[in-house]
Every structure is written in structure tokens, then in C-alpha cells.
């Protein structure tokens, strides 16, 4: 996820609703800071759900196994075609 734009904490007061704009329709994310230190990020509902899904995924250690060991299957050729998986 990359980071578009910092904004200091005065400067987003005045324009909430232009970041609120921008991260609705250009799925940017805005930095905000105080005394140039970053304090708080905004972001799309979506990104931050996306966000919050893969850190359920990433805390469940089977999910996790499961997951490593299809790569694993993709890397060693053992897959098959979507079609195969689904014939009757």
C-alpha cells in the first residue's frame, strides 16, 4: 500500500471533505501529521476492510499452513485446470 500524501493536522481539518473525496475515488491513502511526525492515516472503508480480512487470515495459523502449502502445490506443478476440478 503506498502512501500518496502527507498532510499536517491543521491543514486536514480545513479540508476533511477534499481527503475524504480523494480516498473515496482515487483509493488514496492520506498521511496526517503533527509537528511533522505521522499521527493517523485515512484510508477507503474498503482498504481498511481488506486490511483488517487479512489480519484475520494472517492470525489463524492453519489458514496460514493451508495456504503456504498451495503455493508450495503451484510452485511443484501440482495443480489442475478449472475444468478438470469441475467436470461432472
Known amino acids: ?8 493536522v491543521s ?5 476533511l471533505l477534499e481527503i475524504v473525496r480523494r480516498v473515496e475515488d482515487e483509493n488514496s491513502k492520506v498521511v496526517i501529521t503533527k ?11 474498503d482498504d481498511f476492510d481488506g486490511l483488517l480480512e ?3 487470515i494472517l492470525a489463524d495459523s492453519g489458514t496460514v ?3 503456504r502449502k498451495g503455493l508450495k502445490d503451484i510452485k511443484e ?3 489442475v485446470s478449472l475444468d478438470e476440478a469441475f467436470k461432472d
Open 1 to 8: 500500500m503506498k502512501v500518496e500524501e502527507y498532510i499536517s
Open 11 to 15: 491543514a486536514a481539518k480545513s479540508q
Open 35 to 45: 509537528n511533522g511526525t505521522p499521527r493517523a492515516v485515512v484510508l477507503s472503508y
Open 54 to 56: 487479512t489480519i484475520d
Open 65 to 67: 499452513k493451508s495456504l
Open 77 to 79: 506443478g501440482r495443480v
